[in-house]
């Protein structure tokens, strides 16, 4: 090995730092907050984001339900009892005549005693938007009879048929949006509070609130939930008006619910308690309240925000069920079990199959709370 | 073990002190008792009321004493299987439920027999076939069924039944076994048509167990001593049976204790809706209208069966796992 390595030095100036600095990319990721991050682990999940935007816009819809629909929740059109759904049209006779549905042709059919209706394709109805129809009281604050779409002057618009009352069961469905939705929503948020209060007292004090808690826990989670659901339901009293009820169900419902959140709180707890910021805060003055809300309970709230997003869709079945059975929500307050329970007449529903349409709008929402609920979780923990 | 068995006896004993408790107060939750309204009722109808039975009925159930007492009164009625009096049908709760309550067991036991013959074949296949069409499909419909509610489930099916075949599938036998006593043609009969239920109800369960033992059985199979096992030439069924299999299968088991609660509230409203002779309509109307004994008895033999369910469960699994049985903990 005689011979000598080439020397090589390079003539650009040496900057020491160099080696430590970031690219811009790398110190937008760094730099970046918790929150944002699991925001773009998110958004990386097509999916939960999908879910996301389904669930969005059915809330937004919420607000907004007299506007958004045809018909007024209880008008009934008693020339059309359970007329079948009318299909959208674009062309007639080959013609552009923009969104549109033929009329009806009706009649008795003397032999099975059906109503039997048929398109009648020389009526075309062309769809108006953003026009005056029904008239309705929007939350019943004021009058306004503007809609987004209407029937045609003298015309029908059952884009998903009618009852036996002949409401519209498109209308109806998006009202009962309101009523399944926020009962979801409203019951998370107490069943939150008190898993958080309850699981946050016991893993946070330990001795024997946990243990009490703990078997209180254990009693809950080892019943039937339904069975107690109904029995709790059947006893509210039959004088309170429906609004009453509604709140006395969504109640119902957050009462058995939160075990399994006050079971995550606790656990996490237990182990957080023994940090040494916790000993700090306490050594500091701090009062129980202030060390598990401000210090301890920030730390996995993503983590409570997901699995309560999962917990969101055995609520909104729970209250299908329950009204579906006769012992929840009761008319005129309208949810989609409430509209089911049309269809318990099986007889019913194998002649006007568009009954159990109410199904449609509860799966995909249970779908897409599992799918967002899932992508939340996985995103909870974006340092791993 | 024997310390085991106790200890869990006592908690199993404790708590269904607690449930009673519980759904004694949900039986008393009803402004007045039933029978005010039962007079009320009456009389508005313009009859006269039955002074005597009235009055036979107040001290049957002690309504004239204090809550505690008639909790107790009430208690020693259902240890001694008295389990109440029916006020809608005039009748001791015991004489109207009839075989109600022997068809919900068997309802309930086979769609926990068909949940772990179900998903046992398939959770192991999603879990040693990983990634693909099989799993991938399999996964998917898993999703459905959980996502699919029970008694929607119900409803489609019995839509279909009736467009198909013209005839309804809410039974648990053929017309002819109804009201007779039992014999193999009526055990036969319950048998085959259970099917369509144990279906119905078992699918979420099924679909949440295959979930589940696709996880634990992915997690044993990454582990090192399964590279070992390869590594020294088991044949794969061997290195698969001997080891990783044994490990998932007890989160399997144990996980009964999240399954029978659902099976049981599946069970009564996927009943109520197809109709089934078991205690689900009849819980129903009870709590329709607001028959409460009636709806406590069955309350309280649908927790009995889920907590006992969970006990024996608990003494499998203890068997099963001497981790369990020797650390004296309970599982969970």
Known sequence: MSDTLQHFVSREPFDIQDIERLTPEQERYYMASQWRMMWWRLKKHKLAVTAGIILLASYLSIVFVEFLVPYELQTRNTDFIYAPPQQVHLFHDGEFVGPFVYGYRYHLNMEHLKRVYEEDTSKVQPIRFFCTGDPYEFWGLFEADFHLICPAEGGTLFLLGTDRLGRDMASRLVYGGRISLTVGLIGITLSFMLGITIGGAAGYFGGWVDNAVQRVIEVLRSLPELPLWMALSAALPVTWSPILVYFGITLILALLDWPGLARAVRSKLLALREEDYCSAARLMGASPTRIIGRHLLPNFMSHLIASATLSVPSMILAETALSFLGLGLRPPVTSWGVLLTEAQNIEAVALYPWLLMPMVPVIITVLAFNFLGDGLRDAADPYD | ?332
């Open chain 2, 1 to 332: 073990m024997l310390n085991y068995f106790a200890r869990r006896l006592l908690t199993m004993i404790l708590t269904l002190v607690v449930i009673s408790v519980l759904v004694f107060v949900i039986i008393q939750l009803p402004p007045g008792d039933y029978l005010s309204t039962y007079i009320a009722e009456l009389e508005s109808q313009g009859e006269m009321v039955d002074k005597d039975k009235i009055e036979f009925l107040r001290q049957q159930y002690g309504l004239d004493k204090t809550p505690v007492e008639q909790y107790f009164h009430w208690v020693a009625g259902l240890v001694q299987g008295d389990l109440g009096y029916s006020f809608e049908h005039s009748l001791p709760v015991s004489e109207v439920v009839g075989d109600r309550l022997l068809l919900s067991m068997v309802l309930n036991f086979s769609t926990i027999l068909f949940i772990y013959i179900v998903s046992f074949p398939i959770g192991v296949y999603s879990a040693t076939h990983q990634y693909s069409w099989g799993d991938h499909g399999l996964t998917l419909l898993g999703f459905l069924g959980l996502a699919t509610p029970n008694f929607l489930l119900a409803l489609i099916l019995l839509y279909l039944a009736n467009i198909w075949f013209g005839t309804s599938i809410g039974a648990l036998m053929s017309d002819e076994y109804i009201g007779q006593p039992w014999s193999w043609g009526k055990a036969l009969s319950v048998l085959e048509h259970l099917a369509v239920p144990v279906i119905v109800i078992g699918t979420s369960g099924t679909a949440g167990m295959i979930r589940r033992l696709r996880a634990n059985l992915l997690d044993e199979l990454q582990k090192q001593y399964v590279t070992t096992g390869r590594a020294k030439g088991l044949p794969p069924g061997r290195l698969l049976v001997k080891y990783p299999l044994r490990m998932a299968l007890n989160p399997f088991v144990a996980d009964i204790g999240n399954m029978l609660p659902q099976v049981v509230s599946g069970s009564v409203i996927v009943s109520a809706v197809m109709s089934l002779p078991t205690t689900g309509p009849m819980l129903l109307r009870a709590l329709q209208s607001q028959d409460m004994f009636l709806a406590g008895s069955f309350l309280i033999f649908l927790a009995l069966l889920t907590v006992v369910g969970m006990f024996l469960s608990d003494l499998l699994l203890a068997a099963l796992d001497p981790r369990i049985r020797l650390s004296g903990g309970m599982r969970r």
